[in-house]
């Protein structure tokens, strides 16, 4: 049976959106219909005011997508149990609606330079006003935007936030945690993540808001790969050929990769830039004495990791077996038993007892060792073993691990 309700927009998520996710979350069937901009001319004279989106049911047709999302919200039980609760829920979706009525000025500016003052001017004027009292209202209700339970004014403070993202090319709302904290809670809803992971990706969405140099191996950048993927945070994976590297180093800040680019700011060194997407992601301490612990346990691994370097970087075959060999007897031989045995005493864990940015670090430094002698290294080794197989066993890192470019390390 073909769906009841027919949606057209154009191909990107904007004023449409709340809509669709209205139909993903009350598990409504809708033929999503997109429209190529440069088809418009021809489709606008159809429209019942030469806008979109608009909504067919039974043949009929409506437009304004607030009174459409209100009428799904309705029919998926993200309404008041009163008037007066609609009210508040109406009020708070018109307050983020004229947000959004600010915002509109900046797309439609072609002059660079007055595009940039005008992104000042919102970035100052519209998100310094609004979102401190929005923030407060959140906090008021419990997490929720309004009533102090999910409703759809949530959902279309959560669809609108992302052009926030986009028009100001930073995170708008990491000043923000309980209005990020909406956002989060709505995407994370099953029926929602599910689609946005299917989802058409449009020329709308927001570029990364990172940006990873390294070379095309997994090597030093890898550990960073695995807290953005575990963190579900886009990032640019820019991998730089070796032939192609002389003429690029004296562009970085000390001659080496990877470095991580942010807002305009760029910084190297790769532990660094993993304990820093650590604290991002949660894996890290709960106060300054656990970081310690956390990063005593990385170096120590990276100390471990640094004698290997010598072995890399020989050319000659039988001067690279005696460096092996002296590895797996004076480093291996001293390090690992004593790794092994932190695993054991953490409850499988590198600290803490529990799992941390740690514990990735060695997932991806471990493989070098088998690279290096040729041998599996943790054989011996069952608790260190275990760490790898838990990191690499986690949902996001093993779907990076299946995509991810094939290399030798």
């Known amino acids: 049976m073909a769906p009841q309700y027919k949606l057209t927009y154009f191909d990107v998520p904007g004023m449409a959106e709340t809509c669709r996710y209205l139909f993903s979350y009350g598990g409504?069937?809708?033929?999503?219909?997109?429209?190529?901009?440069?088809?418009?001319?021809?489709?606008?004279d159809k429209m019942p005011f030469g806008t979109v989106p608009t909504l067919e049911h039974n043949g009929k047709v409506v437009d304004q997508s607030l009174a459409i999302a209100r009428y799904l919200a309705k029919k998926v039980k993200l309404v008041g149990d009163n008037e007066w609760e609609n009210l508040e829920i109406d009020a708070t979706v018109?307050?983020?609606?004229d947000i959004r009525q600010k915002i509109i000025a900046v797309f439609l500016e072609k002059d660079d330079a007055k595009k940039k003052a005008l992104i000042e001017a919102v970035k100052k004027d519209t998100f310094g006003f609004y979102l401190p009292r929005l923030e407060a209202e959140v906090q008021k209700n419990k997490g929720y935007l309004v009533l102090g339970r999910l409703t759809w004014a949530d959902f279309y403070f959560t669809t609108l936030s992302r052009v926030f993202d986009v028009v100001s090319g930073e995170d708008v709302l990491a000043s923000y945690p309980n209005l990020k904290g909406v956002r989060e809670k709505v995407n994370a809803l099953p029926s929602i993540k599910k689609?946005?992971?299917?989802?058409?990706?449009?020329?709308?969405?927001?570029?990364p808001q990172y940006k990873l140099t390294y070379f095309d191996i997994r090597g030093l950048a890898e550990t960073i790969r695995y807290l953005f993927k575990y963190g579900e945070i886009e990032f640019e994976?820019?991998?730089?050929?070796h032939e192609n590297w002389p003429p690029l180093k004296d562009?970085?800040?000390?001659?080496?990769?990877?470095?991580?680019?942010h807002n305009g700011k760029v910084v190297g060194q790769s532990i660094a830039i993993a304990r820093y997407l650590g604290r991002k992601v949660k894996l890290a301490g709960e106060n300054e004495w656990?970081?310690?612990e956390i990063d005593a346990v990385v170096d120590t691994l990276n100390d471990m990791k640094s004698k290997l370097s010598a072995i890399f970087a020989e050319k000659d075959e039988a001067k690279k077996k005696v460096l092996i060999e002296a590895v797996k007897k004076d480093t291996f031989s001293f390090y690992l038993p004593r790794l092994e045995a932190i695993v054991k005493k953490n409850k499988g864990y590198f600290a803490l007892g529990r799992l941390t940015w740690a514990d990735f670090y060695?997932?991806?430094?471990s493989p070098a060792y088998d690279l290096v002698t040729g041998e599996d290294i943790l054989a011996s080794y069952p608790n260190l073993k275990s760490v790898r197989e838990k990191v690499n066993a986690l949902p996001a890192i093993k779907k990076w691990i299946e995509v991810r470019p094939k290399t030798d390390f």
């Not at 018109?94 to 609606?97: A, G, K, Q």
């Not at 689609?195 to 570029?207: D, G, L, S, Y």
């Not at 060695?362 to 430094?365: D, K, M």
Request: glycine share 2%.
């Open 195 to 207: 689609w946005n992971e299917i989802r058409p990706k449009t020329i709308f969405e927001m570029a």
């Open 362 to 365: 060695f997932a991806t430094v």
């Open 290 to 292: 656990e970081n310690l």
């Open 94 to 97: 018109d307050t983020i609606n």
């Open 28 to 44: 409504i069937e809708f033929e999503d219909v997109r429209i190529k901009q440069e088809n418009w001319p021809q489709v606008k």
């Open 251 to 261: 562009s970085t800040p000390f001659g080496v990769l990877p470095i991580l680019e």
């Open 237 to 241: 994976d820019v991998r730089i050929k």
